[in-house]
């Protein structure tokens, strides 16, 4: 049996995630391949919400979702929060359309009532392992009438509905990896509804996919084996079929599948997360930009040597012809380049904005800054690769002057090495500073530089001592700048702590 594809006019395309989470990364370039197409076509995009599976249902995910989708940018024409006329846009809320249907195919012989228990169906399984055979689910012979199924029901037996497989052979004309052919017999009668009475993916997708007038979709290979399961649904309730499309997998550097569980085996080991949904870069101080940018070229390639593009260049660029078949590896370097080059190209305001929502998001104190102290800080920390570095250089700025803590490593580095050298220095400067005038930039490098030409000191004796004293580490800005950023009174109020506050060595 062939799955013919017809062009339409009309483009309607959908992300249809499940709320278990936030959104991953391998979603969020689906999603993404998807709007870039609408867009591109003058389509329409969708966003449906698969909610029907309650057992991996978590509270607030669908907020997590859009407040990923909003951040990067990809907003949809219908669905939650829009709108539309072929709502509602969440499965829990469409049982009944799911039940007609459902209904339907049960009347016409090509669904039946399963009565096994799960206790029997891993009897059959453990038989299959004994017998070193995979496991196929045994059709029932003659199978379960509507009322029988019913009755059980009742009685509170689990009971599911099945489809009844079609004996024909499936061919799938993908837009991707060409025509892909399931062979009768492969794929067992499938459950269509659960004993919770809700539909699974199966028969939902399938529903909302005709109804919703979808016309493409695009997912990833891991549905591919789906996809039969779907056409032959199609075809027994008299659905058109969309095209499909399946978008190569993203795999890990080292070849692994990129998981959720990759971040639950890291905290056992003790060992920093890596970033694998999208709040994951947003809270490790990435662009959007940068980040659309990067996973746009995961599978899909633009033909040329460029590789950098706002999303209005992806949209006019886009093609699913140019979308490869084989698996994308998500080097990690390359997105962190990505984003340095984004850091330096995006304008002051959009830089602003970005990174008041990287301090929003951590509660930190720069957070109270206004826009010409965050627009200074971004000048001062120029060159960054994300905005922890940004933090990290210049968060001390931004702490009330008795609120530094001192690096014990940095105090016995710089100010204790050599009896005390560091300290020694401080105490040096702090008169020369007190006497100082001019507290630009500038004018404090020029002192700086002639203090030390004066007194034969090299320039990270001075610096170095002064940046510990005043940001608590040995990270900041160049030391004339930090120093005029945090004012007059500020520094000498933190030199001064220094001196009173640590501990020399005796």
Not at 88 to 97: G, V, W
Not at 230 to 248: E, K, N
Not at 395 to 403: E, H, M, N, S, V
Not at 474 to 486: N, R, W, Y
Request: proline share 5%; with cysteine; charged share 30%.
């Amino acid at each position: 049996m062939d799955v013919n594809h017809g062009e339409s006019p009309d483009v309607r395309v959908r992300f249809a995630p499940s709320p278990t989470g936030y959104l991953h990364i391998g979603g969020a370039r689906t999603v993404l391949f998807n709007w870039l197409f609408a867009r591109k076509t003058g389509g329409r995009m969708i966003l449906r919400i698969e909610d029907t599976d309650r057992t991996r249902h978590i509270a607030d995910s669908t907020g997590r979702i859009l407040d990923d989708l909003r951040w990067l940018g990809l907003d949809w024409d219908e669905g939650p929060e829009v709108g539309g006329d072929f709502g509602p846009y969440f499965q829990s809320e469409r049982l009944d359309l799911y039940e007609a249907y459902l209904r339907q195919l049960l009347e016409s012989g090509q669904a039946y009532y399963a009565l096994e228990t799960p206790e029997q169906l891993e009897a059959l399984r453990e038989q299959a392992g004994k017998e070193k055979r995979g496991f196929t689910y045994p059709r029932p012979d003659p199978l379960p009438t509507i009322e029988q199924g019913c009755s059980a029901r009742k009685a509170g037996r689990p009971v599911v509905v099945r489809f009844k497989m079609t004996d024909h052979d499936v061919t799938i004309v993908d837009d991707i990896l060409g025509e892909v052919t399931l062979r009768a017999g492969q794929i067992d009668d499938f459950v269509i509804q659960k004993a919770d009475g809700y539909p699974t993916y199966h028969l939902a997708c399938v529903v909302d996919d005709e109804l919703m007038k979808i016309t493409h979709v695009l997912r990833g290979q891991e549905h591919l084996n789906n996809t039969p399961k779907h056409v032959a649904l199609q075809r027994a309730l008299g659905f058109s079929t969309p095209r499909y499309a399946h978008l190569p997998l993203i795999f890990n550097m080292d070849g692994s599948k990129m998981s959720k569980r990759d971040k639950e085996k890291a905290v056992q080991k003790g060992t920093t997360p890596p970033e694998i949904d999208v709040h994951d870069f947003r809270v490790a101080g990435y662009l959007p930009e940068a980040l659309v940018n990067f996973i746009a070229l995961l599978g899909w390639s633009p033909g040329g040597d460029r590789e950098q593009f706002t999303r209005q260049e992806l949209t006019s660029e886009f093609s699913i012809e140019r979308i490869g078949k084989a698996n994308a590896r998500f080097d990690r370097e390359k997105l962190l380049s990505f984003n340095t080059d984004w850091a330096a190209r995006l304008p002051v305001e959009r830089m602003r904005e970005a990174l008041r929502d990287y301090l929003n998001i951590h509660d930190l104190p720069m957070r109270q800054a206004d826009d010409e102290a965050l627009a200074r800080v971004l000048e001062l920390c120029a060159g960054f690769r994300t905005f922890a570095d940004v933090v990290t250089k210049a968060g001390f700025f931004f702490l009330p002057d008795d609120a530094i803590q001192y690096n014990p490593k940095a105090v016995k580095k710089v100010l204790a090495k050599n009896e005390n050298a560091g300290f020694r220095m401080l105490e040096e400067l702090l008169p020369e500073l007190e006497a100082l005038s001019d507290w630009s930039g500038a004018a404090l490098e020029t002192f700086l530089g002639d203090l030390c030409d004066r007194k034969g000191f090299k320039l990270g004796q001075v610096a170095q001592p002064l940046r510990v004293a005043v940001s608590g580490g040995m990270i900041s800005p160049t030391i004339g700048e930090t120093l005029a950023m945090l004012g007059r009174d500020g520094t000498l109020a933190r030199l001064r702590r220094c001196l009173t506050s640590e501990k020399r060595l005796p």
